[in-house]
């Protein structure tokens, strides 16, 4: 962290912050949001506060996904789209299940390693040919795939609930 950069609030609080119901609801017990946002719907479950933040559990969809070399993100480029998208995999229609065991924001704490996601595109085209198999299979092994998801997700999430709170938020429950 930089010297003038303040800490980036967890998931979790970030949501307690944005979802009023939410603070309504005992933190004791396991929440869940559903939120309807740009780039996909989601269903998210805070696990128990205890000593530690809570888990961030997130399933859902994201409609698409564009993979080329050094990057992943929800739309391509200008420049992708003036070179007819030339070295790039679209992903599309994306199933996700991500844990995030602290919900802690700056990366997904390694739960790639541990077995803790799923990314799976039901459609995948690939214009990038040979290399585009090659970038799949290194996004998916090496985590970049499910770390790059969750960042995005989680971006979306907050910026729907901010921007547009009434269209974004669905039911919000307690278990």
């Known amino acids: 962290m930089g010297r003038n950069q303040e800490p980036v609030p967890n998931f979790a609080e970030s949501l307690r912050a944005l979802v009023a119901p939410l603070c309504k609801l005992q933190p004791s017990k396991i929440n869940m949001v559903h939120v309807r946002a740009s780039y996909g719907n989601y269903k998210i479950t805070l696990g128990q506060n205890t000593e530690q933040d809570p888990s961030v559990e997130i399933d859902g969809e994201i409609h698409h996904l564009f993979l080329t070399p050094g990057r992943i993100a929800p ?42 996601h799923s990314v799976e595109a039901r459609e995948m085209i690939n214009l990038a040919g040979e290399r585009g198999e090659e970038l799949i299979q290194e996004a998916v092994a090496s985590g970049k795939l499910s770390k790059a998801a969750y960042e995005i997700i989680r971006h979306d999430i907050l910026t729907a609930l901010t921007d547009h709170p009434e269209d974004s938020l669905g039911e919000v429950s307690e278990f």
Do not use: C, F, W, Y
């Not at 599309?92 to 602290?102: A, C, F």
């Open 75 to 116: 739309n391509p480029t200008n420049l992708q789209i003036e070179k007819n998208m030339k070295d790039t995999v679209i992903m599309r229609d994306l199933s996700v299940h991500l844990l995030n065991p602290d919900g802690q924001a700056e990366e997904q704490n390694d739960a790639a390693e541990k077995g803790n």
